[in-house]
């Protein structure tokens, strides 16, 4: 019996100094992401968590809201947003090059209210016509920073009518986002990424910006200088190259890596 005991109360205590192990090694990371890999990172978040033991603290914002955060001196472990962010840090001091990694890809796309009829988006002429004989239209504020906002305000302009839109336009915002709008019947129209798109209930994406109108944007994921642990981050960055992520992004209306 007193072997029994004693082999026990061996093996308590071997679980013990093992979960004092895994403890100390587990770590909470902190992100900053853009908000176009919100739903991304709300599924993938959970089963890094799961997998790895570490904890993440995701903070999403605005390609210009993060960037502002980061240059005023807000220290971070991963910072996710469209590459030309990423490249100012790297250009700055604040990452390095090699420790920066492509995790996906997307495209804007133009939805309509479910049962609307579909315009004609096929070439940007079409665009053209069918931007300025709707009622209301509805797009990201490129004022706040947000990058498809920028975009879109640029092919407005290229195709000569940023004008005459702009007093029927209505800009989404935190809570209202343009597929809300749209399926609300706020506005006609709406432009956004399609993983902003997707998700929501109400609308149909009639298709993407025709031609050379549209715009692929590559968000990247950089482990910063100022991460408190590099280890940690990088199995967050190599989790979400995995196969099983890559699924993921596609499901959400993107392109892996």
């Known amino acids: 019996m007193k072997i029994r005991s004693l082999v026990a109360a061996a093996n308590i205590v071997f679980a013990f100094l093992l979960l004092i192990g895994i403890t100390a090694e587990a770590a909470e990371i902190k992100v900053l992401s853009a908000g176009g890999m919100r739903a991304v990172m709300k599924d993938l978040g959970p089963k890094f968590e799961r997998a790895s033991g570490h904890k993440l603290a995701i903070t999403f914002g605005n390609l210009g809201a993060i960037v502002k955060r980061v240059q005023g001196g807000e220290a971070t472990d991963v910072v996710i947003i469209p590459r030309q962010g990423i490249d100012g840090f790297v250009k700055d001091g604040k990452a390095v090059a090699s420790n920066v990694t492509v995790i996906a890809r997307s495209r804007m796309g133009v939805a309509v209210r479910t049962g609307a009829p579909k315009p004609d988006i096929s070439s940007p002429e079409a665009l053209r016509r069918t931007l300025l004989a709707a009622k209301s239209i509805t797009y990201a504020n490129p004022a706040g920073g947000s990058g498809s906002g920028v975009h879109f305000a ?103 890596g």
Not at 159 to 169: H, M, P, Y
Request: charged content about 25%.
């Open 154 to 256: 640029k092919v407005l302009e290229r195709l000569g009518i940023a004008n005459e839109v702009k007093s029927k336009t209505i800009y989404s915002k935190a809570g209202r986002g343009v597929g809300v709008l749209v399926a609300d019947g706020e506005a006609e129209i709406g432009a956004a990424e399609f993983q902003l798109l997707i998700s929501v209930a109400g609308i149909e994406i009639v298709g993407p910006l025709p031609g050379d109108l549209q715009d692929t944007n590559v968000f990247a994921a950089a482990i910063m200088g100022s991460a408190r642990d590099a280890e940690a981050s990088k199995a967050l960055v190599n989790f979400l190259r995995t196969p099983d992520a890559a699924a993921v992004i596609k499901a959400k209306g993107m392109e892996p």
